[in-house]
């Protein structure tokens, strides 16, 4: 029913940014980001409902990073700036026909995941 393919992961220095795009086929109210790193389990990022208007951070990246949507395309943004070696994961797209959730498991679809690697 829904598809999401991820783009826009690699390397880059610390400091530095990247943008992640997902693209999504079929209806999405809901979309996020999250990550996981070797050896952790997989933590929230981001999320965005509806329109555009509600959006909602994990306080690691608060102040660095930016979700966004364009709703025309059906395609997620994230805008990750100042990157730290601790940002480094592999970033999944996740979406909701309803409100999501910063639990992975309440989010119904998601991406391949890309990886990020960020370097000292």
């Known amino acids: 029913q829904v598809q999401l393919v991820e783009s826009g992961g690699g390397l880059v220095q610390a400091g530095g940014s990247l943008r992640l795009s997902c693209a999504a086929s079929g209806y999405t109210f809901s979309m996020g980001w999250f990550r996981q790193a070797p050896r952790q389990e997989r933590e929230f990022v981001a999320l965005?409902?509806?329109?555009?208007?509600?959006?909602y951070y994990a306080d690691s990246v608060k102040g660095r990073f930016t979700i966004s949507k364009d709703n025309a395309k059906n395609t997620l943004y994230l805008q990750m700036n100042s990157l730290e070696p601790a940002d480094t994961a592999v970033y999944y797209c996740?979406?909701?026909?309803?409100?999501?959730?910063?639990?992975?498991?309440?989010?119904?679809?998601w991406g391949q995941g890309t990886q990020v690697t960020v370097s000292s």
């Open positions: 965005i409902r509806g329109g555009g208007g509600t959006t």
């Open positions: 996740a979406a909701d026909k309803g409100l999501g959730s910063k639990r992975p498991d309440g989010n119904d679809y």
